[in-house]
């Protein structure tokens, strides 16, 4: 799987299409999410898993991917009902279906799962990507998880590079690449905050 390059000096974060510090929240609406940059920051985020560098994250991104494609796809069927996801979920569910909210509620959970992983590895220097990820593993996705899925991410975790070889594709100064994903996961951290309240509401439920 190839990684994008960037420029001497710059990081991986950089070639993000759209990065979730940049996603527009409402505060005066309930925290209403804007959708199309959501879906792009989401997208842009599984790229991360290719520098992670084992084919063993693949069911992890696709499976991110195609949650994303769920969202998308009633985005496109009801454009002025889903201009941010807390609309997109209630207008969707008024037409007893629940795709795209499924799919956002499993979206969720992954990237509650990358957050956690990644916040734990920059907070824990002496630690290694794979107690990260399979720590953050056990808190969000396992317990939702079926016996022949378990051992396909139980594997992705199994397979993280050392951190010794991680960060440096990161980008060349440890510094910069450290305060630029603690700024990037703050901001995941807080829209996954604010849609996971919104999923545990019942007007969000099917």
């Known amino acids: 799987m190839s990684t994008p390059s960037f420029p001497a000096g710059g990081t ?8 979730f510090v940049d996603v ?6 309930d925290n209403a999410i804007s959708t199309s940059e959501f879906l792009e920051a989401a997208e842009s985020l599984t790229t991360m898993f290719d520098v992670l560098g084992s084919m063993a994250f693949s069911p992890v991104k696709n499976d991110m991917l195609g949650n994303v494609k769920k969202i998308r796809e009633r985005q496109l ?6 201009e941010n996801l807390q609309a997109l979920v209630i207008n969707e569910l008024k037409t007893k279906k629940h795709t795209a909210t499924e799919g956002l509620l499993w979206l969720v959970r992954g990237l509650d799962f990358t957050c956690i992983a ?3 590895n920059v907070a824990k220097e002496a630690e290694e990507l794979s107690t990260s990820f399979r720590n ?7 317990p939702h998880h079926g016996l022949l899925i378990k051992p396909v991410f139980s594997a992705a975790m199994s397979a993280c590079p050392y951190r010794k070889d991680f960060y440096p ?3 060349a100064d440890s510094a910069v690449v450290a305060s630029e994903l603690r700024t990037y996961l703050a901001a995941l951290e807080k829209i996954v905050g604010i849609l996971k309240g919104f999923q545990d509401r019942k007007e969000a439920k099917w």
């Open 12 to 19: 991986f974060l950089q070639t993000f299409k759209k990065s």
């Open 169 to 171: 594709k990161l980008g």
């Open 136 to 142: 953050a593993y056990g808190s969000t996705l396992k």
């Open 118 to 120: 990644l916040s734990q």
């Open 24 to 29: 527009p929240i409402d505060a005066d609406n």
């Open 77 to 82: 069927a009801a454009p002025a009902e889903s």
